[in-house]
């Protein structure tokens, strides 16, 4: 009896050894698949941005570096703070102007509008918060995040519509941008002060808050400005 007994018991014994191991491999082929996926989706990232522009291709979300020397035409990259996406921007031009539709600003005060193209590279619905603008004199302060929220001379405030307008159907101002997507964009840039140089960028920081993880910043001088 006690012969039978142990047979029955090694029988059984193997039966769970078999299913742990079944279990185990199927764990590890989900671990593998999803590390597969994770690494499909990093290269697709990566394939889209330019090698000298990525910091760490292995981090999550990628690791950008700063790009502190872009110019009108240039496309800068960015990956936000709050989805980790990746977005690209190409600033086309900037005009200068006092009337934004009903909007009107007097004395030293005045508009930018920066036209920018908006590229979503990553996989997930994003949407895109607006530059803010200082002078090329602040550059440093800029990289090093020392510039405050009253520091900046300029800062984004409205999303235009196509007739240069405020876009009354986007009451929020919001610029969204689907997996892929690729939209032009204008964006009215409330200045304080105007300077020699100006420095529209992506990333401003302030009280532990930002909006992107790097700073893609252009340099723009006032001859390249189209007065209104």
């Not at 185990?24 to 597969?36: E, Q, R």
């Not at 996406?85 to 600033?91: H, Y």
């Not at 934004?100 to 030293?108: A, C, L, M, N, P």
């Not at 401003?204 to 189209?226: G, H, V």
Request: aromatic letters at 8%; hydrophobic letters at 35%.
């Amino acid at each position: 009896m006690k012969k039978y007994m142990m047979i029955s018991i090694l029988i059984v014994s193997g039966f769970l050894l078999a299913a742990c191991s079944d279990d185990s491999n199927d764990s590890d082929a989900f671990d593998n698949a999803s590390d597969s996926v994770n690494d499909s989706e990093d290269q697709k990232v990566s394939a889209n941005i330019p090698e000298e522009v990525i910091k760490d291709a292995d981090a999550d979300p990628i690791e950008l570096e700063d790009q502190m020397d872009l110019e009108i035409g240039d496309k800068g990259y960015a990956i936000t703070q709050s989805e980790g996406l990746p977005l690209a921007a190409t600033l086309n031009s900037v005009e200068k102007t006092q009337d934004v539709g009903s909007e009107t600003r007097d004395g030293d005060k005045f508009y930018l509008i920066a036209d920018f193209t908006f590229e979503n590279l990553g996989d997930g619905h994003l949407e895109v918060e607006k530059p803010d603008v200082g002078s090329s004199s602040d550059e440093s302060a800029i990289i090093n995040d020392e510039v405050t929220k009253g520091d900046r001379l300029g800062l984004g405030s409205w999303a235009l519509d196509e007739n240069g307008d405020i876009d009354q159907d986007n009451p929020t101002n919001t610029i969204t941008l689907e997996p892929g997507e690729e939209a032009n964009h204008k964006i009215a840039l409330s200045m304080l002060d105007s300077a020699d140089e100006y420095i529209v960028y992506f990333g401003f920081y302030a009280s532990n808050n930002r909006d992107y993880r790097n700073k893609a910043a252009w340099t723009i001088q006032t001859e390249q400005i189209d007065e209104k």
